[in-house]
């Protein structure tokens, strides 16, 4: 006669993982320095339609937004390259890691500064303007809360 396998006990439930906490504000007078070195570099290589976007009260991610158009990839990639440059020039040396890079588009990471360089199809596509802009709706938080936006 065989056996009856046994039952496995019931697993405990999960847990939802706790938020993590975002890292405390960078000076607002730094976060400026850093914006305005960002700006210059962007435009002393010539970029296109230049934004910066306060999005402080829009996102958890950063406070700052720069949107910027190269025109052909490796425009873009040398902007990049000078952005970390002028960023490193002003105390703040970015890991390889803060860059994400696609054919049309390059991301910089830099706290609480998000710089955005497209190339104009991308730019077009995606529209950052129109989701971060102040014209853009302000999504719904709980009372006390940023926009999860």
Known sequence: MRAAPKAKPAAAPKRAAPKRARAPKVDPNRLERLV?????SLDDDKAVDIVVLDVTNRASYADRLIIATGLVGRQIEAMATHVDDALAK???H??????SKSEE????????LVI???TPEARLKF????MW??????G???PGEQSPI
Request: glycine residues 8%; charged residues 35%.
């Open 94 to 99: 970015l890991r390889r890691s803060a860059f």
């Open 133 to 138: 802009g102040p014209d853009s709706p302000m």
């Open 36 to 40: 305005e070195a960002a700006r210059k």
């Open 90 to 92: 002003e105390g703040m």
């Open 127 to 130: 529209d950052l303007e129109k």
């Open 105 to 112: 588009w390059v991301l910089i990471d830099a706290g609480d």
């Open 116 to 118: 955005h360089l497209f």
């Open 140 to 142: 719904e938080a709980a």
